[in-house]
Nanobody, 120 residues
Framework: QVQLVESGRGLVQPGGSMRLSCAASGFSFSRFRRYDMSWYLQALGKERELVSTISIASTTNYADSVKSRFTVSRNNAKNTVSLQINNLKPEDTAVYYC???????????WGQGTQVTVSS
């Protein structure tokens, strides 16, 4: 059974930094490396939105609103994906979700989310 578990929740002051991690388990035969991994955020009362993706080839993409502040990375040996967030802003306050997707296999998994609050 595949599970994605995010960690790194907390309260951070504006201008601070935070590193979110997503640990994946339950993937058989090193299949984790075959999944595109993404981070989404969902602010209170708003729809979930894509902020960053790292492909199976480690190509990265970011939403325009987070470019230069967010950095996504993956470690296929440890089945983890991370999101480094710098210069946090109050509008970054949201629940952050980890997603694993493989369209060929029609597989799509979500973590339970982790709360990030940016406030002074």
């Amino acid at each position: 059974q595949v599970q994605l578990v995010e960690s790194g929740r907390g309260l951070v002051q504006p201008g601070g930094s935070m590193r979110l991690s997503c640990a994946a388990s339950g993937f058989s035969f090193s299949r984790f490396r075959r999944y595109d991994m993404s981070w989404y955020l969902q602010a209170l009362g708003k729809e979930r939105e894509l902020v960053s993706t790292i492909s199976i080839a480690s190509t990265t993409n970011y939403a325009d609103s987070v470019k230069s502040r967010f950095t996504v990375s993956r470690n296929n040996a440890k089945n983890t994906v991370s999101l480094q967030i710098n210069n946090l802003k109050p509008e970054d306050t949201a629940v952050y979700y980890c997603n694993a997707k493989n369209e060929v296999w029609s597989s799509d998994y979500w973590g339970q989310g982790t709360q990030v609050t940016v406030s002074s």
